[in-house]
């Protein structure tokens, strides 16, 4: 028999027990999602992450040696990335029809998403720092580690204030505009594509093919926006 | 399977050389996702060809955002010291952008007559 510290310290370094781990705790959140009639609140991403994070902060692991067995997952974001160009392709007689909509829409959308992060946080009491690393919240993570930088904000707690932002617009989106009577599938996947980045728009694929192509339509182009809108609505608030 | 991989992969790659090269705002995977949208438009073949194994890949896409995600616990101590005051401004501005984005969105598509067909 093996000593099982030994085999813990073993399974614990290498890449197969946290890739597999992502995986199970992943198929956790999506069974709870399913069971709960895909409630917004069973978010998978969020479930998932509350449960391994738990398990890390018990294990006493380091968040770097887990990434490094889930590293195999989180590659696989940049080429899903360039496969919404698919749902984009099919919606595309949409997309050139909305085109006024669409830039209306994200001017306000991302406008005010850096602006309000930045007004609620200031009377918060965040200092320079801290704002930094906010003012890109709303756009996909690669980007927003790289304004944050930009503007001297801290990268990787702004890699985390991304995740949350977008956890938030997946959970929140449905509800909220459902009580406020939006019936429009474009308008909803584009807002909350600009607001929520790719979480907001897995979330939108989840609930119609049309708000999902327009979400991903809203997230690159405020990956875009927000790299020149950011500098300048910070420098506001300095 | 494999030559669908290999295009979307292509396509990421091309946006990578591409953003670094001309330093572009943009990340590679987005402009790849623009190539992919291009090929897809000229060939007909291709859009055949990539259709199912993207659609297996974008069927899970909230998995590909645990790894990421559990990185907020290597951050706990300073979401904790400010919890409150970024807890309302993620919460508040998040929904707000939400709220602003579709309703302009709804507004000017009233204006311009391009209303939703489903």
Known sequence: MTDPFKLWSYLSSGPLLWLWATLIAYWVGDTLFKLSRRSPFANPVMVAVVLLGGVLLMTGTPYQRYFDGAQFVHFMLGPATVCLAVPLHANLPKVRKALLPIIAGLLAGSATAIVSVLAIAKAMGAGPGLLASLAPKSVTAPVAIGISQSLGGEPSLTAALVILTGMIGAITVTPMLNLLGFRDWRARGFAVGVAAHGIGTARAFQVHET???????????????TAFLAPVVLSLFG | MIPALSLILACQLAGEIISRALMLPLPGPVLGMIFLLVLMSVSHTIKEVVRPVAQFILQHL??????????????????REHGLGLAAALIGSTMLAIVVGAAVFVAVAKLTGSAADD
Not at chain 1, 211 to 225: D, E, P, R, T, W
């Open chain 1, 211 to 225: 708000a999902g192509a327009f979400a991903s339509i809203g997230m690159g182009m405020n990956a875009v926006l």
């Open chain 2, 62 to 79: 909230s998995l590909l955002f645990v790894p990421a995600g559990v990185g907020i616990v290597a951050h706990l101590d300073a979401l």
